[in-house]
């Protein structure tokens, strides 16, 4: 009668010994630290996709979308995005004869009966306003309002280019980022 045992195989102990260090949760942080690089590098993509989607700068955009790591006992990677209806303002705005020139989403447009600055033209002065475009909402001089520009960022995050950055990136990069960890682990059996 013929016989094999586990450990009788050549490179099995070895190979054994490696799977031993794989404990429940050691696959876990291989699961968080997998997810938390991954995460990171997708948000940075997703993060310049947005720039050239909404015509904000970078470093408003990186401002507005905070990480949620992933740790051992919560395998989930997060980008939570603050933000409303973001002011014109951010939109590399300058005030013309006609009105504000803008660009939210990328797309410069004139904005017609809106202002940064007072006074008569040429002579204009700035307003001690925060540099934000206002637009008069009555037929007076007051009262102004706040213009906004339309972009809204967690509604831009998941659609387009953003969305399309984020899936491609992950989908890359995660699977090799657990298959690096577990090498890590396991002193490059598996490599």
């Not at 947005?50 to 997060?78: D, F, I, W």
């Amino acid at each position: 009668m013929l016989g094999m045992y586990w450990s009788d195989v050549t490179g099995i102990g070895e190979l054994d010994r490696a799977m031993s260090k794989l404990s429940g949760r050691t696959i876990r942080l291989i699961g968080s630290r997998s997810l938390n690089r991954a995460g990171s590098q997708g948000r940075t993509r997703t993060g310049r996709a947005l720039v050239k989607q909404t015509g904000l700068k970078l470093r408003t955009v990186r401002a507005a979308m905070v990480p949620v790591r992933a740790s051992a006992s919560s395998l989930v990677y997060r980008i939570k995005v603050r933000g409303g209806d973001i002011a014109l303002k951010h939109f590399d705005a300058r005030e013309t004869r006609s009105g504000v020139s803008a660009r939210p989403f990328g797309q410069r447009k004139i904005f017609k009966g809106t202002f940064i600055k007072g006074g008569k033209f040429p002579s204009r002065v700035a307003l001690n306003m925060g540099g934000h475009v206002y637009a008069r909402s009555g037929s007076g001089r007051l009262p102004i309002k706040k213009q906004k520009s339309g972009v809204i960022l967690p509604r831009e995050l998941v659609k387009g280019a953003s969305a399309e950055a984020w899936q491609t990136t992950v989908a890359k990069v995660l699977p090799m980022r657990v298959i690096h960890e577990v090498k890590r682990e396991t002193g490059k059996v598996f490599g």
